[in-house]
């Protein structure tokens, strides 16, 4: 019994972030998306952007990993750095409560996403209540509202 506990444990702390009973991970099949807080009615922009902005490409490892990319320039992608989001390269784990398999233009395919750094413990992407604030890598150990994104193509 306590191997099993110990094991279970210890699978916990390496996948690195908060643990979502039931989740779905994405997939936009190469398909442009926006990210937009249901909680706010924000999304991820680029400043030169409107619409969907985002490649959520699948990163080929094992679990299931991303690396959300910039439809206007090739070679940017969502990063964080400290706690705030910039553009460089990085894996991130998106866990969806619902994934729609429907990846024509319009449709959600992620809804109640966690977005969340790959290897980072207890840590997602939020956004504040106001338009212009800076996406952030914080905490969150327990699933907020604010913590959560629908993926749309």
Known sequence: ????VALSFFLLGVSGNPVRRDSCNPNAQGAPVSIRSPEFG???T?????GPNWFINQSGDFPTSYII???DVDTMAATITGVHLFDNNQV???ACDV??????PGNNIGEGCVISPVNVTDACIIIDASAGDALRNFGCATIEPSDLWDITT
Do not use: H, P, R, Y
């Open 1 to 4: 019994m306590f191997k099993l």
């Open 69 to 71: 990319t910039s439809t």
């Open 92 to 94: 991130f784990d998106i």
């Open 42 to 44: 924000l999304e991820w």
């Open 46 to 50: 680029v400043e030169s952007g409107v």
């Open 99 to 104: 994934c729609n398999t429907d990846a024509s």
